[in-house]
């Protein structure tokens, strides 16, 4: 039998709270939706020119029951609002060279006016390549937050 190489990816957030100097550190996962899996084949084939650019982080990642939604890898877009929106850098992890980290820092004046409960990265072209959800985040002007999303080639 062959082995399939299969997408999937994790989050790391490190909040930095500014009048405390104390730091904590989330992790939560993430599904590389059916466009993400698209691009990586169109990729491979055809060497396509859209690139992961952002990272937007939503409202609606929050269901009925209180809990994170579930994610449908049809998805296409986020299920709330876009709040946030920014360019990430990327790198290819020197320990790991299948896996890419996107990296960006929410400064002390970004997303501080809705919680933000979904992230997604965003292709050049607009397409999502990867959606999460998870229990509010209620930032305010008090903290930064570092995000790291790896995605690896397993």
């Known amino acids: ?9 994790f989050i790391k957030a490190e909040i930095k709270f500014k009048a405390t100097g104390e730091t904590k550190i989330i992790e939560f996962h993430n599904m590389v939706l059916n466009s993400g899996k698209e691009f990586l084949a169109k990729c491979l084939l055809e060497g396509s020119k859209p690139i992961i650019a952002n990272i937007l982080f ?40 299948t896996q890419v980290i996107f ?18 990265l965003e292709l050049s072209d607009g397409t999502l390549f990867s959606l999460s959800t998870f229990a ?14 790896f995605v690896s080639m397993l």
Request: proline share 7%; net charge negative.
């Open 103 to 120: 990296s960006i820092v929410l400064n002390e004046d970004e997303g501080n006016d809705h919680p933000l409960n979904e992230m997604g």
């Open 58 to 97: 939503g409202d609606g990642g929050i269901g009925e029951n209180g809990q994170p939604k579930e994610i449908s890898p049809n998805c296409d877009k986020l299920y709330g609002i876009t709040r946030v929106k920014k360019s990430v850098t990327a790198q290819i992890d020197p320990e790991t060279p």
């Open 1 to 9: 039998m062959i082995d399939v190489i299969k997408p999937k990816g």
């Open 136 to 149: 509010n985040l209620n930032k305010n002007d008090q903290m930064e937050v570092g995000y790291w999303w």
